[in-house]
């Protein structure tokens, strides 16, 4: 299949390899041929869903700007991607930057924005290099700045690093942090489309929704519309991890089934082990069950019919080997350190939700956990200012439900188990190092030493 963005040209990094390869010819045909609202048409007519999570349509989002010129408009290009099992859109700014940015000055175009803040996190350094540099050529070539390739519109951009933290992919707290406030996510309404950065109207879209855009102008809408399922056409990139034995980002048409992914891109889940679950979309989206995932076909609504999501189509495999109730454990973690805090069921739900699980694993579990754990988790859900509760509360909601076996077994018994496999590699979950020495020799005596785990960072005592 031919790709649209993960093309295989060497070099396409350097803008001269790119517009060899008709690259920067869609700018030049919407700012020569084009109104705005004919590019925002042919976006519609393509049927594009952004690729940051909700998948929401792109071209309706851009018609949500305020026409006018009263006020200044902003575009900003989320290049956060944080969620755990998302790790695309890195392979557009090392592989294709040129295509992301082009598509952003198209965007700007069409919703009239005087400047474009692309905004990556800040420990993503090598890609902030990338794209640093690919600005640079950008306007070296005209393509940016003033009276853009004479047609009388201007735009800047301006790349922005982020602090490092999840939070600050949800639209309006990655708005926050761009303005040098905290990153807490703001209460909806006022859309951004209203009341963005510095309360001007702005569009946020992800980096690979926008990379999408040069090639819905180059070859029509309606032929973009016509790859992969209608109702939620194009390619995705579908970022893959866990057991398999090819791990790695797989740019293919919407609607290609899971078990093709996994089997024939990905060669197989790894030692031949049978899958126990999958996460579809990024850890946020509730997981499928081996049966599941069966005839499985992945796009947006086909994984809304039965309970999950698209998020951001990064596939995370797990084989039967797995510790269910730890991976639950570690998400969870996850989320608890990534609460900004502001909603009480999100700040106090997911540290009782990690407490219960934390107990399970301990051995010292009950059986009315289970429940308790649903409870919290829909007590979160819908309850909160930002889609970070649900992305808490789902995966534990729907993994208990799906698994629930899995977890009685381990309240019934009081087990404790230790597997090897960990989702992110074949380390061992119990490698401590000591990280306090108890000096007295009483004390050492009596309570042991403090220990870390090296993985996951609990600290427990051990007895000398
Ligand atoms: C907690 C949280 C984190 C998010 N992180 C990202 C992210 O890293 N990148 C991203 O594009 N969208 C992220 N989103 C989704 C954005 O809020 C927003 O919907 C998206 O950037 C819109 O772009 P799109 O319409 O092109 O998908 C996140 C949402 C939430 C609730
Ligand atoms: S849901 Fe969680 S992350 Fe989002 S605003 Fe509330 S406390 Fe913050």
Redesign the pocket.
């Known amino acids: 299949m031919e790709k649209i963005i993960l093309k295989d040209i060497p070099g396409l990094d350097k803008i001269d390899v790119y517009i060899a390869n008709g690259g920067y010819s869609a700018l030049k045909k919407a700012l020569s041929e084009m109104s705005k609202d004919q590019v925002i048409d042919e976006v519609k007519k393509s049927g594009l869903r952004g690729r940051g999570g909700a998948a929401f349509p792109t071209g309706m989002k851009w018609g949500f700007m305020p026409k006018g010129d009263e006020k200044p408009k902003y575009l900003c290009c989320n290049g956060d991607e944080s969620e755990p099992g998302s790790f695309k859109d890195r392979e557009i700014f090392e592989k294709n930057p040129h295509q992301f940015i082009e598509g952003a000055l198209i965007a700007a175009y069409a919703i009239g924005a005087c400047a474009i803040y692309i905004y990556i996190r800040g420990e993503y350094w090598k890609w902030i290099n990338i794209i640093e540099r690919c600005v640079k050529e950008t306007y070296d070539k005209g393509f940016a700045g003033k009276n853009i390739l004479g047609s009388g519109f201007s735009t800047e951009i301006y790349v922005h690093r982020g602090a490092g933290a999840y ?1 600050c992919g949800e639209e309006s707290s990655l708005m926050n942090s761009l303005e040098g406030k905290r990153a ?2 703001r209460i909806k309404p006022p859309f951004p489309a209203a009341f963005g950065v510095w309360g001007n109207p702005t569009t946020i879209n992800n980096i690979e929704t926008l990379a999408n855009v040069p090639e819905i102008l180059n070859k029509g809408g309606e032929w973009y519309s016509k790859i992969g399922e209608p109702k939620h056409p194009g390619t995705l990139l579908f970022g893959v991890s866990g057991h398999v034995n090819r791990p790695g980002v797989y740019e293919l048409p919407s609607g290609t089934p899971l078990m093709t992914i996994i089997n024939d891109h990905c060669g197989g889940v790894r030692d031949g082990k049978e899958i126990k679950m999958v996460i579809p979309g990024g850890s946020s989206m509730p997981p499928l069950t081996k049966e599941e995932c069966m005839d499985m076909k992945m796009d947006a609504e086909s994984l809304k019919a039965v309970g999950s999501g698209i998020g951001t189509a990064g596939i995370i495999v797990m084989d039967e080997d797995t510790d269910i109730v730890d991976i639950l454990r570690r998400i969870t973690k996850f989320y608890y350190h990534e ?5 009480t069921p ?2 106090e739900g997911c540290g009782w939700m990690l407490k219960v699980l934390q107990r399970i694993i301990d051995g010292n579990g009950r059986q009315s956990d289970l429940d308790l754990l649903i409870s919290v988790a829909q007590n979160i859900e819908g309850n ?3 889609a ?2 649900e992305a808490a509360a789902w995966p534990v909601k729907w993994t208990v439900k799906k698994f629930r076996s899995d977890f009685e077994s381990r309240v019934k018994d009081g087990l404790k188990i230790s597997t090897k496999n960990k989702v992110h590699g074949l380390r061992s979950s119990e490698e401590y190092v000591e990280v306090k020495r108890e000096t007295d020799p009483v004390v050492r005596e009596l309570f042991g030493t403090v220990q870390e785990n090296v993985h996951n960072k609990e600290v427990k005592r051990f007895s000398s």
């Open positions: 939070i807490y996510p609460s900004c805090g502001q909603c999100c700040r909160t200012i930002c970070l509760g």
